[in-house]
C-alpha cells in the first residue's frame, strides 16, 4: 500500500504564494513519475503540473508562469511552488504517483486565496 501525504496548503491572499509538498511512502520500490491536480467546488478535477523521473515537465497553460513543479533527487517526493496566486486558483490539490499506468492519490490539500 502506497500513501502520499500532502501539505503545504491554506489562505493566501491574492498575489502571494504558497508552497505544497508531497510525499510517498509504504510498500514502494522504484522511482515513479508525480504530479499535482486541483479541483474546485463544482467542477472536474484537472492536471495541474506533472513531472518525469528524467525531470521533464509538463505544466498547465492556466498556471504557466507562475506554478513550478519540481521533485527531490531520487526520491518520490514533489514540490509545487505557487506564485502570483488568484482566487481561480481555490481549490482542493491533490498529490499523484503513477506506477504501472496507476495512479495513486494523496488526501488532498486546500488552497484558498482571498482578500
Known amino acids: 500500500q502506497v500513501q502520499l501525504v500532502e501539505s503545504g496548503g491554506g489562505l493566501v491572499q491574492p498575489g502571494g504564494s504558497l508552497r505544497l509538498s508531497c510525499a510517498a511512502s509504504?510498500?514502494?520500490?522504484?522511482?515513479?513519475?508525480m504530479g499535482w491536480y486541483r479541483q474546485a467546488p463544482g467542477q472536474q478535477r484537472e492536471l495541474v503540473a506533472n513531472?518525469?523521473?528524467?525531470?521533464?515537465?509538463n505544466i498547465a497553460d492556466s498556471v504557466k508562469g507562475r506554478f513550478t513543479i519540481s521533485r527531490a533527487k531520487a526520491k518520490n517526493t514533489v514540490f509545487l511552488q505557487m506564485n502570483s496566486l488568484e482566487p481561480e486558483d481555490t481549490a482542493v490539490y491533490y498529490c499523484?504517483?503513477?506506477?504501472?499506468?496507476?495512479?495513486?492519490w494523496g488526501q488532498g490539500t486546500q488552497v484558498t486565496v482571498s482578500s
Open positions: 513531472i518525469h523521473v528524467n525531470g521533464d515537465t
Open positions: 509504504g510498500r514502494i520500490s522504484g522511482i515513479w513519475p
Open positions: 499523484t504517483l503513477v506506477r504501472l499506468g496507476s495512479y495513486q
